[in-house]
């Protein structure tokens, strides 16, 4: 006696995904990876902003202090020589004039003590202020010396002293060392805009 033959039928339906993990075709879930790093296992490496170099403030810092001691020192210098007008030979400095009373090289010392209160405010990172004030500083010495030599000796004078050149020349070098040595302004707006981007 022969068994009788099985009826062919469908194979089962795969199992229903579970929830939170991806269905797929061969009825395993499917496992998603992210990329941490790339080939070779290292991680992109962060720029880093440059240091802002201290350099020329420094130097434009000590060139207003030393300008400041030598501007006090032209105060003590003879500013003119009157030669014989007055019977005798007579130097007038910044604090004697020849006849006797006292001279104008106190506008001097104030225009000393402002170039070293602007190369403190340079090292004290106030760079902006501490400029502009070496600036007027330089300006002022510049225009008090061609104002003291120009205007006040009439017609006596037989040569400018050794204190107002030194008095000019200070200004004249205060002005181009702040020139000079001032940051570069195209270079901190070219930071700024690739900073920005």
């Known amino acids: 006696m022969s068994q009788p033959e099985t009826p062919w039928s469908y194979p089962p339906a795969p199992p229903a995904p579970q929830a939170g993990l991806p269905s797929s075709s061969s009825g395993s879930p499917e496992v998603?990876?992210?990329q941490s790093s790339p080939l070779g296992?290292?991680?992109p490496v962060s720029v880093a902003e440059p240091v802002k170099s201290d350099r020329r403030d420094l130097i434009l810092t000590?060139?207003?202090l030393v300008s400041a001691l030598v501007t006090g020192a032209s105060s003590l210098m003879p500013w003119r020589d009157y030669a014989f007008r007055y019977g005798t030979r007579a130097q007038e400095t910044g604090w004697a004039a020849a006849n006797g009373g006292l001279g104008r090289g106190w506008m001097t010392v104030v225009c000393a003590v402002l170039l070293a209160v602007s190369g403190v405010l340079i090292a004290a990172e106030r760079g902006r202020a501490g400029?502009?004030?070496a600036v007027l500083s330089g300006t002022t010495l510049m225009l008090l010396a061609v104002a003291e030599w120009g205007?006040?000796?009439s017609n006596s004078?037989?040569?400018p002293g050794s204190g107002i050149w030194l008095q000019f020349l200070v200004?004249?070098?205060v002005v181009i060392a702040v020139g000079v040595l001032?940051?570069?302004e195209v270079d901190d707006a070219v930071l700024g805009s690739d900073s920005n981007a």
Request: hydrophobic content about 45%; overall charge positive; charged content about 10%.
């Open 32 to 34: 998603s990876f992210s």
């Open 182 to 184: 001032g940051p570069p």
């Open 157 to 159: 004078r037989s040569g």
């Open 151 to 153: 205007l006040g000796a």
């Open 171 to 173: 200004g004249l070098l």
């Open 41 to 43: 296992g290292t991680l």
């Open 131 to 133: 400029r502009v004030l």
């Open 62 to 64: 000590a060139v207003l």
